[in-house]
Protein backbone atom coordinates (compact mmCIF):
# COMPACT_ATOMS: atom_id res chain seq x y z
CA UNK A 1 0.00 0.00 0.00
CA UNK A 2 3.13 2.05 0.44
CA UNK A 3 3.30 2.38 -3.50
CA UNK A 4 -0.53 3.97 -3.80
CA UNK A 5 0.17 6.03 -0.71
CA UNK A 6 2.99 7.38 -2.93
CA UNK A 7 0.56 7.55 -6.07
CA UNK A 8 -2.04 9.37 -3.86
CA UNK A 9 0.77 11.73 -2.42
CA UNK A 10 1.73 12.87 -6.05
CA UNK A 11 -1.82 13.33 -6.53
CA UNK A 12 -1.43 16.16 -4.16
CA UNK A 13 0.96 17.71 -5.70
CA UNK A 14 -0.35 18.02 -8.94
CA UNK A 15 -3.49 19.38 -7.52
CA UNK A 16 -0.98 21.86 -6.05
CA UNK A 17 1.12 22.56 -9.40
CA UNK A 18 -2.99 23.17 -11.17
CA UNK A 19 -3.35 25.62 -8.08
CA UNK A 20 0.04 27.55 -9.41
CA UNK A 21 -0.42 27.17 -12.66
CA UNK A 22 -4.04 28.99 -12.23
CA UNK A 23 -2.71 32.11 -10.44
CA UNK A 24 0.10 32.12 -12.69
CA UNK A 25 -2.44 32.24 -15.49
CA UNK A 26 -3.59 35.24 -13.54
CA UNK A 27 -0.52 37.36 -13.31
CA UNK A 28 0.52 36.42 -17.34
CA UNK A 29 -2.18 39.55 -18.33
CA UNK A 30 -0.34 41.95 -15.98
CA UNK A 31 2.94 41.16 -17.56
CA UNK A 32 1.67 41.35 -21.60
CA UNK A 33 -0.33 44.18 -20.86
CA UNK A 34 2.77 46.12 -18.99
CA UNK A 35 5.17 44.33 -22.41
CA UNK A 36 2.57 46.43 -24.70
CA UNK A 37 2.63 49.71 -23.39
CA UNK A 38 5.57 49.94 -21.72
CA UNK A 39 9.73 48.49 -22.24
CA UNK A 40 9.00 45.15 -23.36
CA UNK A 41 13.10 44.31 -22.43
CA UNK A 42 12.22 44.75 -19.16
CA UNK A 43 8.37 43.85 -18.87
CA UNK A 44 9.10 40.34 -20.37
CA UNK A 45 11.72 38.93 -17.74
CA UNK A 46 10.32 40.74 -14.76
CA UNK A 47 6.74 39.44 -16.15
CA UNK A 48 8.38 35.76 -16.07
CA UNK A 49 9.53 36.59 -12.61
CA UNK A 50 6.20 37.37 -11.47
CA UNK A 51 4.45 34.49 -12.67
CA UNK A 52 6.76 32.02 -11.61
CA UNK A 53 6.98 34.24 -8.16
CA UNK A 54 2.90 34.14 -7.79
CA UNK A 55 2.74 30.45 -9.21
CA UNK A 56 5.30 29.33 -6.38
CA UNK A 57 3.84 31.06 -3.56
CA UNK A 58 0.29 29.24 -4.52
CA UNK A 59 2.08 25.57 -5.10
CA UNK A 60 3.93 25.92 -1.95
CA UNK A 61 0.75 27.44 0.31
CA UNK A 62 0.70 28.44 3.67
CA UNK A 63 2.33 31.51 4.15
CA UNK A 64 3.08 32.16 1.27
CA UNK A 65 -0.46 31.09 -0.39
CA UNK A 66 -2.28 33.44 2.21
CA UNK A 67 0.15 36.27 0.83
CA UNK A 68 -0.67 35.72 -2.59
CA UNK A 69 -4.48 36.05 -2.12
CA UNK A 70 -4.08 39.55 -0.28
CA UNK A 71 -0.73 41.00 -2.42
CA UNK A 72 -2.21 40.16 -5.94
CA UNK A 73 -4.97 42.23 -5.51
CA UNK A 74 -3.14 45.21 -3.62
CA UNK A 75 0.24 44.39 -6.45
CA UNK A 76 -2.83 45.10 -9.11
CA UNK A 77 -3.89 48.45 -7.49
CA UNK A 78 -0.47 49.54 -7.05
CA UNK A 79 0.00 48.58 -11.29
CA UNK A 80 -3.00 49.72 -12.56
CA UNK A 81 -2.50 53.55 -11.01
CA UNK A 82 0.39 54.80 -13.14
CA UNK A 83 -1.53 53.16 -16.04
CA UNK A 84 -4.74 54.71 -15.05
CA UNK A 85 -2.27 58.12 -14.98
CA UNK A 86 -0.79 57.47 -18.31
CA UNK A 87 -4.20 56.75 -19.83
CA UNK A 88 -5.54 59.92 -18.67
CA UNK A 89 -2.63 62.11 -19.73
CA UNK A 90 -1.83 62.62 -16.23
CA UNK A 91 1.88 61.04 -16.98
CA UNK A 92 4.02 62.53 -19.12
CA UNK A 93 5.75 60.41 -22.05
CA UNK A 94 8.82 58.71 -21.03
CA UNK A 95 7.62 57.91 -17.45
CA UNK A 96 8.35 61.46 -16.35
CA UNK A 97 7.47 62.29 -12.68
CA UNK A 98 5.44 65.26 -12.42
CA UNK A 99 3.37 66.37 -9.56
CA UNK A 100 0.29 64.87 -10.83
CA UNK A 101 1.31 61.63 -11.77
CA UNK A 102 3.01 61.15 -8.77
CA UNK A 103 -0.06 61.76 -6.59
CA UNK A 104 -2.10 59.29 -8.81
CA UNK A 105 0.62 56.58 -7.87
CA UNK A 106 0.76 57.52 -4.55
CA UNK A 107 -3.04 57.18 -4.30
CA UNK A 108 -2.89 53.75 -6.00
CA UNK A 109 -0.26 52.73 -3.22
CA UNK A 110 -2.00 54.36 -0.28
CA UNK A 111 -5.14 52.21 -1.28
CA UNK A 112 -2.90 48.99 -2.22
CA UNK A 113 -1.10 49.55 1.87
CA UNK A 114 -4.28 49.76 3.17
CA UNK A 115 -5.43 46.27 1.31
CA UNK A 116 -2.22 44.97 2.00
CA UNK A 117 -2.43 46.26 6.09
CA UNK A 118 -6.13 44.86 6.24
CA UNK A 119 -5.85 41.42 4.49
CA UNK A 120 -2.59 40.53 6.58
CA UNK A 121 -4.23 41.23 9.89
CA UNK A 122 -0.71 42.12 11.32
CA UNK A 123 0.98 39.50 10.19
CA UNK A 124 4.13 40.51 9.66
CA UNK A 125 5.73 37.33 7.59
CA UNK A 126 2.50 37.19 5.67
CA UNK A 127 2.60 40.98 5.03
CA UNK A 128 6.56 40.51 3.73
CA UNK A 129 5.54 37.77 1.46
CA UNK A 130 2.14 40.00 0.13
CA UNK A 131 4.95 43.27 0.25
CA UNK A 132 7.00 41.31 -2.17
CA UNK A 133 4.34 40.24 -4.58
CA UNK A 134 3.06 43.72 -4.43
CA UNK A 135 6.19 45.22 -5.13
CA UNK A 136 6.69 42.69 -8.08
CA UNK A 137 3.87 43.86 -9.96
CA UNK A 138 4.10 47.46 -9.26
CA UNK A 139 7.29 47.88 -11.15
CA UNK A 140 6.22 45.98 -13.48
CA UNK A 141 4.51 49.43 -15.19
CA UNK A 142 7.08 52.29 -15.55
CA UNK A 143 9.68 51.56 -13.11
CA UNK A 144 9.76 55.15 -11.04
CA UNK A 145 5.98 55.35 -10.76
CA UNK A 146 5.21 52.21 -9.80
CA UNK A 147 8.42 52.55 -7.23
CA UNK A 148 6.70 55.93 -6.17
CA UNK A 149 3.11 53.64 -5.67
CA UNK A 150 5.22 50.92 -3.69
CA UNK A 151 6.90 52.93 -2.06
CA UNK A 152 3.47 55.00 -0.91
CA UNK A 153 2.50 51.46 0.24
CA UNK A 154 4.75 50.13 2.11
CA UNK A 155 4.71 53.61 4.20
CA UNK A 156 0.90 53.37 4.61
CA UNK A 157 0.86 49.67 5.16
CA UNK A 158 3.82 49.40 8.00
CA UNK A 159 1.66 52.71 9.32
CA UNK A 160 -1.55 50.68 9.59
CA UNK A 161 -0.25 47.77 10.78
CA UNK A 162 2.00 49.20 13.46
CA UNK A 163 -1.32 51.12 14.56
CA UNK A 164 -3.30 47.77 14.39
CA UNK A 165 -0.40 46.21 16.14
CA UNK A 166 -0.45 48.59 18.93
CA UNK A 167 -3.72 48.43 19.40
CA UNK A 168 -3.65 44.99 19.75
CA UNK A 169 -1.05 45.23 22.34
CA UNK A 170 -2.97 47.69 24.34
CA UNK A 171 -5.87 46.07 24.31
CA UNK A 172 -4.40 42.77 25.70
CA UNK B 1 -19.15 2.12 18.95
CA UNK B 2 -16.36 3.96 18.37
CA UNK B 3 -16.65 7.74 17.54
CA UNK B 4 -15.43 8.39 13.76
CA UNK B 5 -12.00 10.94 14.11
CA UNK B 6 -12.44 14.38 12.68
CA UNK B 7 -9.80 14.77 10.36
CA UNK B 8 -11.15 18.63 9.18
CA UNK B 9 -8.19 20.49 11.09
CA UNK B 10 -5.86 18.22 9.26
CA UNK B 11 -7.45 19.27 5.94
CA UNK B 12 -7.54 22.30 6.69
CA UNK B 13 -3.64 22.45 7.04
CA UNK B 14 -3.56 20.54 3.66
CA UNK B 15 -5.30 22.68 1.88
CA UNK B 16 -3.60 25.50 3.21
CA UNK B 17 0.00 23.34 1.71
CA UNK B 18 1.13 21.73 4.73
CA UNK B 19 2.41 18.49 3.49
CA UNK B 20 3.07 17.67 7.46
CA UNK B 21 -0.76 16.91 7.28
CA UNK B 22 -0.72 14.41 4.43
CA UNK B 23 -0.25 11.04 6.55
CA UNK B 24 -3.34 12.34 9.19
CA UNK B 25 -5.95 12.65 6.36
CA UNK B 26 -4.53 9.78 4.83
CA UNK B 27 -5.19 7.64 7.72
CA UNK B 28 -8.37 8.71 8.66
CA UNK B 29 -9.65 8.76 5.18
CA UNK B 30 -8.84 6.26 3.64
CA UNK B 31 -9.96 3.40 5.05
CA UNK B 32 -13.24 5.07 5.32
CA UNK B 33 -13.11 5.34 1.19
CA UNK B 34 -12.41 2.16 0.70
CA UNK B 35 -15.27 0.82 2.52
CA UNK B 36 -17.77 3.34 0.96
CA UNK B 37 -16.83 2.40 -2.22
CA UNK B 38 -16.72 -1.40 -1.49
CA UNK B 39 -20.25 -1.19 -0.28
CA UNK B 40 -21.52 1.39 -3.49
CA UNK B 41 -20.20 -1.09 -5.92
CA UNK B 42 -20.92 -4.06 -4.43
CA UNK B 43 -17.44 -5.81 -4.38
CA UNK B 44 -17.18 -5.42 -8.29
CA UNK B 45 -13.60 -6.89 -8.94
CA UNK B 46 -12.49 -3.33 -9.81
CA UNK B 47 -13.96 -1.50 -6.73
CA UNK B 48 -10.03 -1.58 -5.42
CA UNK B 49 -9.23 0.88 -8.56
CA UNK B 50 -12.14 3.06 -7.70
CA UNK B 51 -11.31 3.33 -4.19
CA UNK B 52 -7.75 4.14 -5.35
CA UNK B 53 -9.06 6.36 -8.27
CA UNK B 54 -10.91 8.28 -5.86
CA UNK B 55 -8.80 8.67 -3.14
CA UNK B 56 -6.40 10.53 -5.42
CA UNK B 57 -9.20 12.52 -6.69
CA UNK B 58 -9.70 13.58 -3.01
CA UNK B 59 -5.69 14.80 -2.81
CA UNK B 60 -6.13 16.58 -6.04
CA UNK B 61 -8.78 18.50 -4.88
CA UNK B 62 -7.72 19.35 -1.59
CA UNK B 63 -6.68 22.75 -1.67
CA UNK B 64 -10.47 23.73 -2.82
CA UNK B 65 -11.61 22.40 0.65
CA UNK B 66 -13.32 25.37 2.66
CA UNK B 67 -14.35 24.50 6.24
CA UNK B 68 -17.01 26.71 6.33
CA UNK B 69 -19.25 24.83 3.83
CA UNK B 70 -18.37 21.65 6.07
CA UNK B 71 -16.75 19.23 7.95
CA UNK B 72 -14.22 17.31 6.23
CA UNK B 73 -15.17 13.99 5.98
CA UNK B 74 -18.70 14.24 4.42
CA UNK B 75 -16.40 16.44 1.66
CA UNK B 76 -14.26 13.34 1.11
CA UNK B 77 -17.19 11.02 1.03
CA UNK B 78 -18.95 12.66 -1.65
CA UNK B 79 -15.82 13.11 -3.92
CA UNK B 80 -15.36 9.17 -3.42
CA UNK B 81 -19.45 8.89 -3.80
CA UNK B 82 -18.95 10.74 -7.53
CA UNK B 83 -16.28 8.43 -8.47
CA UNK B 84 -18.29 5.56 -7.99
CA UNK B 85 -21.13 6.79 -9.79
CA UNK B 86 -18.64 7.48 -12.78
CA UNK B 87 -16.88 4.48 -13.20
CA UNK B 88 -20.91 2.90 -13.03
CA UNK B 89 -21.58 4.82 -15.94
CA UNK B 90 -18.36 4.07 -17.80
CA UNK B 91 -19.13 0.25 -16.75
CA UNK B 92 -22.81 0.64 -17.88
CA UNK B 93 -21.27 2.85 -21.64
CA UNK B 94 -19.21 -0.82 -21.87
CA UNK B 95 -21.95 -2.87 -21.56
CA UNK B 96 -23.92 -1.04 -23.71
CA UNK B 97 -21.50 -0.93 -26.39
CA UNK B 98 -22.09 -3.36 -29.51
CA UNK B 99 -20.44 -6.77 -29.57
CA UNK B 100 -18.53 -8.16 -32.28
CA UNK B 101 -19.98 -10.03 -35.25
CA UNK B 102 -18.83 -13.01 -34.26
CA UNK B 103 -21.33 -15.74 -34.46
CA UNK B 104 -22.90 -17.18 -31.80
CA UNK B 105 -20.99 -20.34 -30.06
CA UNK B 106 -17.88 -19.24 -31.61
CA UNK B 107 -15.25 -16.63 -29.82
CA UNK B 108 -14.42 -15.88 -26.50
CA UNK B 109 -16.87 -16.73 -23.39
CA UNK B 110 -19.36 -14.32 -21.83
CA UNK B 111 -16.86 -13.66 -18.96
CA UNK B 112 -13.83 -13.25 -21.18
CA UNK B 113 -15.91 -11.01 -23.40
CA UNK B 114 -16.96 -9.01 -20.50
CA UNK B 115 -13.97 -8.74 -19.38
CA UNK B 116 -12.43 -7.37 -22.26
CA UNK B 117 -14.80 -4.95 -22.86
CA UNK B 118 -13.84 -3.58 -19.69
CA UNK B 119 -10.31 -3.27 -20.64
CA UNK B 120 -11.31 -1.70 -24.02
CA UNK B 121 -13.75 0.89 -22.13
CA UNK B 122 -10.59 1.53 -19.44
CA UNK B 123 -8.30 1.85 -22.66
CA UNK B 124 -11.05 4.26 -24.36
CA UNK B 125 -11.27 6.36 -20.85
CA UNK B 126 -7.18 6.51 -21.06
CA UNK B 127 -7.22 7.32 -24.51
CA UNK B 128 -9.72 9.86 -24.00
CA UNK B 129 -7.58 12.16 -21.52
CA UNK B 130 -5.01 12.19 -23.75
CA UNK B 131 -3.96 15.15 -25.73
CA UNK B 132 -5.05 14.68 -29.69
CA UNK B 133 -1.90 14.61 -31.20
CA UNK B 134 -0.65 11.71 -28.61
CA UNK B 135 -3.91 9.96 -29.95
CA UNK B 136 -3.42 10.25 -33.32
CA UNK B 137 0.29 9.55 -32.91
CA UNK B 138 -0.70 6.17 -31.25
CA UNK B 139 -3.11 5.24 -33.70
CA UNK B 140 -0.71 5.70 -36.67
CA UNK B 141 1.58 3.78 -34.56
CA UNK B 142 -0.74 0.70 -34.50
CA UNK B 143 -1.20 1.44 -37.92
CA UNK B 144 -4.85 2.77 -38.03
CA UNK B 145 -4.52 6.22 -38.90
CA UNK B 146 -2.11 7.42 -41.55
CA UNK B 147 1.43 9.16 -40.48
CA UNK B 148 1.96 12.42 -41.24
CA UNK B 149 4.42 12.54 -43.93
CA UNK B 150 5.47 15.93 -42.53
CA UNK B 151 6.82 14.62 -39.53
CA UNK B 152 10.39 13.15 -39.33
CA UNK B 153 10.92 9.36 -38.59
CA UNK B 154 12.98 10.63 -35.57
CA UNK B 155 9.98 13.37 -34.52
CA UNK B 156 7.35 10.64 -34.99
CA UNK B 157 9.13 8.41 -32.35
CA UNK B 158 9.75 10.57 -29.77
CA UNK B 159 5.93 11.93 -30.12
CA UNK B 160 5.23 8.05 -29.69
CA UNK B 161 7.53 7.47 -26.64
CA UNK B 162 6.26 10.33 -24.84
CA UNK B 163 2.22 9.65 -25.91
CA UNK B 164 3.25 5.86 -24.54
CA UNK B 165 4.42 7.44 -21.62
CA UNK B 166 0.69 9.58 -20.93
CA UNK B 167 -1.43 6.29 -22.14
CA UNK B 168 0.84 4.39 -19.40
CA UNK B 169 0.10 7.22 -17.02
CA UNK B 170 -3.53 7.38 -17.56
CA UNK B 171 -3.93 3.62 -17.69
CA UNK B 172 -2.24 3.44 -14.06
CA UNK B 173 -5.56 5.48 -13.15
CA UNK B 174 -7.61 2.43 -13.76
CA UNK B 175 -4.87 -0.67 -13.36
CA UNK B 176 -2.67 0.59 -10.61
Known sequence: MDDFRTRARAGYERGRRRLGLFWSAIVVPFAVLAALVDDPLRAVPLGLSVTVLAGWMAWFGQRPGRALRIGLPAGAIAYIAPLLGRGTDLVTPGCGLTASCFACCAGGGLVAGLVLSVGTDGDLRTLAWSLLLCGALAALTCLPLGGAALGVAVLSTLAVTGTHRAVRALAA | ?176
Do not use: N
Open chain 2, 1 to 176: MAAVPDCTPDLVRLADGDRTAFDAVYAVAWPRVRALVRRMARDAPDAEDIAQQAMIRVFERAHHFDPARGRALPWILGIAAWEVRTARRRHTRSREAPLTSEPIGRGPDPHTRSEQAQLLAHLEAAMGQLPPDDVATLLAAAGLAERPESVSPTTFRKRLQRARQRLRAAWGGFHG
